[in-house]
T-cell receptor, first 118, second 109 residues
Framework: GAVVSQHPSWVICKSGTSVKIECRSL??????MFWYRQFPKQSLMLMAT?????????EQGVEKDKFLINHASLTLSTLTVTSAHPEDSSFYIC??????????????FGPGTRLTVL | SQQGEEDPQALSIQEGENATMNCSYK?????LQWYRQNSGRGLVHLIL?????REKHSGRLRVTLDTSKKSSSLLITASRAADTASYFC?????????FGTGTKLQVIP
């Protein structure tokens, strides 16, 4: 099956620093990648949708200047949390969709990155 | 915004019993997926059912989809202690996948 990886698996950083999280589709090309956030004991919430070569589309309430998304290639998308604060501590999960048009919108999820901001 | 609502929110059963979780959604979908998540861990994909399918099986899992009622159910038969986890339904429209609120399942040995 399709494999999506994330790096790093977890990261601890100081308040005010920026953190970059990578999402890679390992064995397929993904025109679209999605970023989700999950706070403790809550469900996953979609943050943004990124299409290769174009600007990301952010969900309502998500600050685009704080969560920078770059989707420079068909296999890599990055999420940078800028000037991170403790309230940004969360579990960040990406997903990727096949390059070929998929009527059924099948997406494959990465294992997630746990961010802790001190 | 949350697309799917799941019930029950939490469920506790004895090992060997069956567990049923339900998911209701609001808009039309292309597919619906079920995921398991152990505490503090990533998602494990369980099963995907497409909008033109009504039932699907995978091992001890049985998923049904009723698009007229905009609902799906996940049945885990002969539950095991290792099935203890949170279970989420995720509905896929044309572009987005949105997750339900989740059901926390506890299987008591």
């Amino acid at each position: 099956g399709a494999v999506v990886s994330q790096h790093p698996s977890w990261v601890i950083c100081k308040s005010g620093t920026s953190v970059k999280i990578e999402c890679r589709s390992l064995d397929f090309q993904a025109t679209t990648m999605f970023w989700y956030r999950q706070f403790p004991k809550q469900s996953l919430m979609l943050m943004a949708t990124s299409n290769e070569g174009s600007k990301a589309t952010y969900e309502q309430g998500v600050e685009k200047d704080k969560f920078l998304i770059n989707h420079a290639s068909l296999t890599l998308s990055t999420l940078t949390v800028t000037s991170a604060h403790p309230e940004d501590s969360s579990f960040y999960i990406c997903s990727a969709r096949f390059f070929r048009t998929s009527v059924y919108n099948e997406q494959f999820f990465g294992p997630g990155t746990r961010l802790t901001v001190l | 915004s949350q697309q799917g609502e799941e019930d029950p929110q939490a469920l506790s059963i004895q090992e060997g019993e069956n567990a049923t979780m339900n998911c209701s959604y609001k808009t039309s979908i292309n597919n619906l997926q079920w995921y398991r998540q152990n505490s503090g861990r990533g998602l494990v994909h369980l099963i995907l059912i497409r909008s033109n399918e009504r039932e699907k099986h995978s091992g001890r899992l049985r998923v049904t989809l009723d698009t007229s009622k905009k609902s799906s159910s996940l049945l885990i038969t002969a539950s095991r202690a290792a099935d203890t986890a949170s279970y989420f339904c995720a509905t896929a429209g044309y572009q987005k996948v949105t997750f339900g609120t989740g059901t926390k399942l506890q299987v008591i040995p």
